[in-house]
């Protein structure tokens, strides 16, 4: 069954703005891992937390996980039109190796 | 450089018939994945395998089927289509325990 669960289901933005996308789940988790989706093609890898880390950066993306509340979020800051996309969160499965998605944010974000 | 292909890109089939949809990595990775994406539903795991000779069933294999028999490829097989299987499929593999997972470009499989 899927763990994550993302919020909101969809947001807009305008060029600039902060994108902040949230992420819950229900069981622990070895790791926390965010995918982005452009219209029509395959899932590209963003980001992985692991369950000790609580913050981690790369370049405008900043995620953060609180073990506690089983919850992550994503922020994207400066938001560009090519960060249009939908962002899913994926935690390990029981197998350890797949991935249990959300269903995503779609963000859209205006010049 | 490496990558992950899936073919065909586009299927259109009919209900009962068989549907073999293709998976190839040049990663050498020896985790991959099958996934099919609605909407509403997300992504959900249909069958994985960890090497040669290793499959796994997933959240959602009734009515799918794979083998393995080399490390670069992990064909999907629809035994009889149904019209509920009409998706997008995507594969992925990883390299070891925790790793990120390289998607396919996805087939879009259409079953009237």
């Known amino acids: 069954s899927q763990q994550g669960e993302e919020d909101p289901q969809a947001l807009s933005i305008q060029e600039g703005e902060n994108a902040t996308m949230n992420c819950s789940y229900k069981?622990?988790?070895?790791?926390l891992q965010w995918y982005r989706q452009n219209s029509g093609r395959g899932l590209v890898h963003l980001i992985l937390?692991?369950?000790?880390?609580r913050e981690k950066h790369s370049g405008r993306l900043r995620v953060t996980l609180d073990t506690s509340k089983k919850s992550s979020s994503l922020l994207i800051t400066a938001s560009r039109a090519a960060d249009t996309a939908s962002y899913f969160c994926?935690?390990?499965?029981?197998?350890?190796?797949?991935?249990?998605f959300g269903k995503g944010t779609s963000l859209l974000v205006t010049p | 450089d490496a990558e992950i292909t899936q073919s065909p890109r586009h299927k259109i089939t009919e209900t009962g018939r068989q549907v073999t949809l293709a998976c190839h990595q040049t990663w050498n990775h020896n985790n991959m994945f099958w996934y099919r994406q609605d909407l509403g539903h997300g992504l959900r795991l249909i069958h994985y395998?960890?090497?040669?000779?290793?499959?796994n069933k997933g959240e959602v294999s009734d009515g799918y089927s794979v083998s393995r028999s080399n490390t670069e490829d992990l064909p999907l097989t629809l035994e009889s289509a149904a019209s509920s299987q009409t998706s997008v499929y995507f594969c992925a593999s990883s390299a070891g325990y925790q790793n990120e997972q390289f998607f396919g470009p996805g087939t879009r499989l259409t079953v009237l």
């Open positions: 069981t622990s988790i070895n790791n």
């Open positions: 994926a935690t390990d499965a029981n197998s350890g190796y797949a991935l249990n």
């Open positions: 937390i692991r369950s000790n880390e």
């Open positions: 395998s960890y090497g040669v000779q290793d499959t």
